[in-house]
């Protein structure tokens, strides 16, 4: 069998194509992040009800999705949000301003452990940014804060009949007490103006 032999000079293009092209990738990434979008990043946020954290989070900018489900007992959404359009730190704000953190196993009329407060952090980076997003939201209310934060564990989608249950059900009973789509609105734009 013969060896087909590539020259030198034909060696030295290749492996040079490679390389360029290598770098015109690093450089154009770098430089222009948007046209190859950022990697999206997940939050897990358990704030009594996930009907009405769920409605809350939706209506904040960066996010791309919201999904009711459970983890470790507790009622909890799923949060995808675009690191280039916000930061988990001001998912954080608007989950300290979004519901009762003060409360013990309930939100409002709803009270079970199901209902608890709770920060389900993915890695080391979101257990040091919800620790020290605390004291801050102490600030705002009188009571002891009493959410969880504990590290993520297997999350599991409600059915589809609880996914954007609010904007599905503009008229069920089963929704907050009151004018829930005016004070859901009213609350997120208050908290959304809060935010840094």
């Keep these: 069998m013969r060896k087909v032999r590539c020259s030198p000079f034909a060696k030295c293009n290749f492996k040079s194509f490679f390389l360029s092209l290598a770098l015109i990738v690093v450089l154009s990434s770098t430089l ?14 358990a704030g009594g009800c996930f009907w009405c954290t769920e409605a809350v989070f939706e209506q904040s900018p960066g996010v791309t999705s919201v999904v009711s489900g459970y983890m470790q007992g507790a009622e909890t959404i799923q949060v995808t949000f675009d690191p280039a359009k916000t930061s988990y730190d001001k998912l954080l704000n608007l989950f300290w301003r979004a519901h009762n953190p003060t409360e013990v196993d309930s939100q409002g ?21 919800a620790e020290k997003s605390k004291a801050p939201a102490q600030k705002l209310y009188s009571k002891p804060i009493a959410t969880e934060i504990a590290r993520a564990s297997s999350f599991r989608s409600a059915p589809e009949n609880h996914q954007n249950f609010c904007r599905k059900n503009p008229n069920n009973p089963l929704r907050p007490a009151g004018d829930p789509a005016k004070a859901r609105k009213t609350r997120t734009k208050q908290t959304l103006r809060l935010i840094p």
């Design 32 to 45: 222009y992040p948007q046209a190859y979008g950022s990697r999206p990043s997940v939050a897990y946020f």
């Design 109 to 129: 009329p709803d009270i079970g452990k199901q209902y608890r407060s709770a920060i389900f952090f993915v890695d080391e980076q979101q257990r040091a940014a």
